[in-house]
């Protein structure tokens, strides 16, 4: 199933490679519609190479983006979102795999109307056998919870669960 659609993601380390690499291998994106950041640029480099995805270091990619992942640390999270979280597109659709982060908390940081949606995935993901838990924040319509469980099944499965608020 091809989303094909512009994706930036935050956090090129073992999960938002695995994810990357899940998404590139399921069809579902291809290398020229993902775009990485991250803090460390051997990082950044290594996903190049091995994934063929491009790579930046300042938000202006944000622009026209579709879907947004952030997968950072959650103590990188709160500089981040002050930092970028006015940049991401209305419309985009921020997936948050950061452990603890609330979808209250993203949405606060985001232009009005940007839907959030919430994973935790579990260490499995890296093998393509991993088991993620999707929760959307109030933003979020079905179809953005609709594609999030399908990009999230491509590394394993995945079912919506409600947050706790």
């Known amino acids: 199933m091809k989303i094909g659609q512009k994706t930036v993601v935050f956090g090129i380390g073992a999960m938002g490679s695995a994810l990357v690499k899940g998404w590139l291998s399921a069809k579902m994106l291809k290398p020229s519609d993902v775009t990485a950041l991250d803090v460390d640029a051997e990082k950044l480099k290594k996903a190049s190479k091995l994934l063929h ?14 879907i947004v992942l952030l997968a950072v640390k959650p103590q990188q999270m709160k500089e981040l979102m002050g930092r970028m979280g006015p940049l991401f597109p209305r419309k985009a659709l921020v997936v948050s795999i950061a452990a603890g982060i609330s979808t209250d908390q993203i949405e606060k940081s985001l232009p009005q109307g940007c839907p959030v949606v919430r994973v935790m995935p579990n260490t499995p993901a890296l093998l393509g056998a991993g088991m993620a838990a999707v929760a959307p924040g109030c933003r979020a319509k079905p179809a953005h919870v609709q594609l999030v469980l399908k990009l999230f099944s491509a590394v394993g499965q995945a079912i919506q669960v409600a947050e706790d608020r």
Not at 54 to 66: F, N, P, R
């Open 53 to 66: 995805i491009k790579t930046a270091t300042e938000g202006s990619v944000l622009k026209d983006a579709a």
